[in-house]
Each structure stands twice: as structure tokens, then as C-alpha cells.
């Protein structure tokens, strides 16, 4: 006899081993916590033999302990039975972290919801704590409508289980947490771009409209002096020289406004759109530089709301400014690529390269950020950037953004090209 349950033992050991390796595999890689909840229901089910079980939270704000999953339990019983910790056997075991199995819960003194119990007809009934680092997170029931005697192998059993499910709900929870936390950052990341856009964008204008318009009649006004000047017959050679370099200041000046307008928000991404838009910022940048460069478009040109024109505009704007400034190159092209199904960017040069690998942060000395921006705002539409490079063999900048039903395109206003 005293073999005979040795061998049992023996026997079960193995299985239990099994069981927990098996719920552990089924929760790995699970991160939304009603998946993790119903799968860990379903195997402790399929462990005791039982089809009728729900898992129990505790709202850390009221105390109360809510219905999340749950098999074989009727409507009425998920609505009207309501449970607080420390009330009834469910309650308790919340509170005290200590399991419950009983033969037949119907006859249990403790039972808060006995009409509910009775008419549900549960007898055998099981009561596990969900624990992580010693705090009680929810409670496993499980119970069936035939009585049941349960072994000191089935509390470890259903303890370790109880553990695990804990363990994994600290988890998800924490994942979810951090999934919101990104998504909260995301979203101011992606108002500050939109604000400094908005911002850029009226900058701009008033450059325009009152400091470069200033410019202009400054520089009107002393070439109409320096005529009259010249016509009087009374030219004075030192008076005329300075007006003309006063001139030659005011026209230079105007210019680098220009050209800061043209940086902060040029005029033809609103008008013409896009291509334009690029190809003036490739000649001013690149220009002046000597360097040989194209533009080049693939398939429909078509209209993108001014916000996603925007960023497409930025991201290669900050190709084009990284090409200038680093690169020595003396080549270089602009492919944007009209897909039935994406927008394609596509930017290389011949120059220097770099090795990628060294760039993975954002440095003190502002080393990276202008890349890290970059595939923020391809991100932000839903697309992929990257970069490819090796030292000597130049480099290539792509992005890749869908464009599917909820893509916004704008109102063609372009001219056509």
C-alpha cells in the first residue's frame, strides 16, 4: 500500500511540472491582460477537470473585486453577485492570500451569495489568491456541480498556478502602462512638432510681410539717393561710395532673410506643393556648394494635407542640410516615388559616409538629434525610415509611408507638372 502511493506520487510529480511549463509557454509572449486572464482560466479548467470558473480583480479605488473572464456562469449570476475583499469565501481569500477548496460550497456557513450559489447549483469550489511580489491582485475560482475532495497536491498546484497568473497580470499591467506612457509622449512629441511648424510658419510670414518688405525699400530708397546723387552734377565720391556699400549691405541682408523664410517655411510648399518646394531648397542648399544634384519624381505627383507635406518636407530637409553640412560629396539625388500604395523618399550622395552603428542616441553635443527628428516624423504618419552607410561609400536616407483609406490627401492646388 505504502508503495502503491509512493508510485502515485511519483506519478503525479512529472504532471505537475507539466502543467506549469504548459501555462507558462501559453502565456508567454501575451501582453493584453484579457488574453492572459482567458488562457490561464481555460488551462487551470482543463487541469481540474472543471467548466466553471471566472477570474476576479480587486479595484485598488473601491475595494471590490470585478468579474473579467469567466466560463460556464450564468448572466444573472455575473450581474447580481457583487463582492468586496474580506466578504464571503471569494472576499476572504482576497484578502488573506490564502487558498479555499471545498467538497461542496453550498453547504459553506461563509458563502455571501447563497441563493446565487444554490441556483448556479456550484458544489465543488475552488479559491485561489493571484499573487505578485506578496500582494494579492485577484482571486481564480474554479468549481463544477458535483462534490469533489481535493489533495495537498492540488493547493500547491493551483498556489503555484495562482502565482504564475499573478506574476503575468503585473506584467501586462505594467506593459500597459508603459504602452500608455509612450503613447502620451508620442502625442506631445507630435503637438510639439505641429506647434513648431505652426510656428515656424508664422515667423515666416512676418519676415515677409514686414522685415523683408523693409528691406526692399531700404534698398529702393538708397538707390534712388545714390541716382539723384549722381544726377545733381555734385557728386561727392566719398557720400556715393557709402550709400552704394549701405546698398550692398541692405541687398545682402535681404537676401539671408530670404533664405531664412524660404528654411523656416517656403512659400512654394503651400502654392506648388512638394516638388517644387524641394527642388528650391536642393538649389539653395546645394548650389552654392558646386555639387551636382537632380530631383526626381516616379508616378502621379499628388497633394498631401499641409501637415504631411510638411513632414515629408522636413524629413528631407534634414537629408539635404546633413548632406551639405557633412557629407563632401559631389553628387547627390532626390527620389520621390508615388506608389498606388506608399510614398517613397529616397536620398544619396557620394560622399564620406559614416558607420551608423555609432549613432544610437541622441548625444549632449546634439549629435543625432536632427536623425532621431527625422524618423519621428515619418513614424508619427504611420511610416519607416532609415539610414545606410559605410565610410567612403556615401549614403542612402529612405522613408516609407502607407497611404491607405485614412491617409489624408489635400486639394490639389497645384498647377500641375
Known amino acids: 500500500m505504502g508503495r502503491s502511493k509512493l508510485n502515485s506520487k511519483t506519478e503525479r510529480e512529472p504532471s505537475e511540472l507539466l502543467v506549469l511549463s504548459r501555462i507558462s509557454a501559453a502565456l508567454s509572449g501575451l501582453w493584453d491582460l484579457d ?23 480587486i ?39 490564502k487558498a479555499i477548496l471545498l467538497e461542496d460550497i453550498s453547504s459553506d456557513p461563509r458563502v455571501a451569495h447563497r441563493d446565487m450559489v444554490t ?18 491582485l485577484g482571486v481564480l475560482n474554479v468549481a463544477s456541480r458535483v462534490p469533489r475532495k481535493f489533495t495537498t497536491s492540488d493547493m500547491h498546484l493551483l498556489y503555484a498556478i495562482g502565482d504564475q497568473l499573478g506574476i503575468a497580470i503585473e506584467h501586462a499591467r505594467l506593459y500597459e502602462r508603459l504602452r500608455k506612457a509612450r503613447e502620451r509622449l508620442r502625442k506631445l512629441a507630435q503637438q510639439n512638432l505641429e506647434a513648431e511648424e505652426e ?17 526692399s525699400g531700404i534698398a529702393l530708397q538708397l538707390q534712388a539717393l545714390i541716382e539723384m546723387a549722381e544726377i545733381s552734377g555734385k557728386e561727392n565720391t566719398e557720400y556715393v561710395a557709402g550709400l552704394k556699400k549701405v546698398q550692398a549691405l541692405t541687398v545682402q541682408v535681404h537676401k539671408e532673410v530670404s533664405r531664412l523664410i524660404s528654411n523656416l517655411r517656403p512659400a512654394l510648399l503651400d502654392t506648388l506643393g512638394l516638388v517644387p518646394a524641394v527642388r528650391q531648397y536642393a538649389e539653395t542648399i546645394l548650389q552654392p556648394l558646386e555639387m551636382e ?20 518636407f522636413r524629413f528631407i530637409q534634414g537629408a539635404v542640410g546633413n548632406i551639405a553640412q557633412h557629407s563632401k560629396a559631389k553628387k547627390a539625388t532626390i527620389m520621390l516615388e508615388y506608389r498606388p500604395q506608399e510614398f517613397a523618399i529616397t536620398i544619396t550622395d557620394d560622399g564620406q559616409g559614416f558607420d551608423v552603428s ?30 545606410e552607410s ?21 486639394e490639389d492646388k497645384s498647377s500641375g507638372s
Open 390 to 410: 559605410e565610410t567612403g561609400k556615401g549614403t542612402i536616407v529612405w522613408a516609407r509611408v502607407p497611404i491607405g483609406q485614412e491617409f489624408e490627401y489635400a
Open 358 to 387: 555609432e549613432i544610437t542616441d541622441v548625444e549632449e553635443s546634439g549629435r543625432g538629434r536632427g536623425l532621431f527628428s527625422m524618423r519621428e516624423r515619418i513614424g508619427f504618419l504611420g511610416g519607416t525610415s532609415g539610414i
Open 199 to 215: 510656428e515656424r510658419r508664422r515667423i515666416a510670414r512676418e519676415l515677409h510681410d514686414e522685415t523683408s518688405q523693409s528691406l
Open 293 to 312: 544634384f537632380s530631383v526626381e519624381t516616379k508616378g502621379a505627383e499628388t497633394r498631401f494635407t499641409p501637415e504631411v507635406e510638411a513632414a515629408f
Open 119 to 136: 441556483s448556479e447549483g456550484l458544489k465543488a469550489y475552488i479559491c485561489v489568491p493571484l499573487r505578485a511580489r506578496d500582494r494579492v
Open 59 to 97: 479595484d485598488e479605488d473601491t475595494g471590490e473585486l470585478s468579474h473579467v473572464v469567466h466560463r460556464g456562469l450564468s448572466k444573472e449570476f455575473l450581474e447580481k453577485v457583487r463582492v468586496n475583499v474580506g466578504e464571503g469565501i471569494t472576499g476572504s481569500v482576497a484578502g488573506s492570500g
Open 35 to 57: 488574453a492572459i486572464l482567458g488562457v490561464g482560466l481555460d488551462n487551470t479548467l482543463d487541469i481540474m477537470n472543471g467548466t466553471i470558473g471566472e477570474v476576479l480583480l
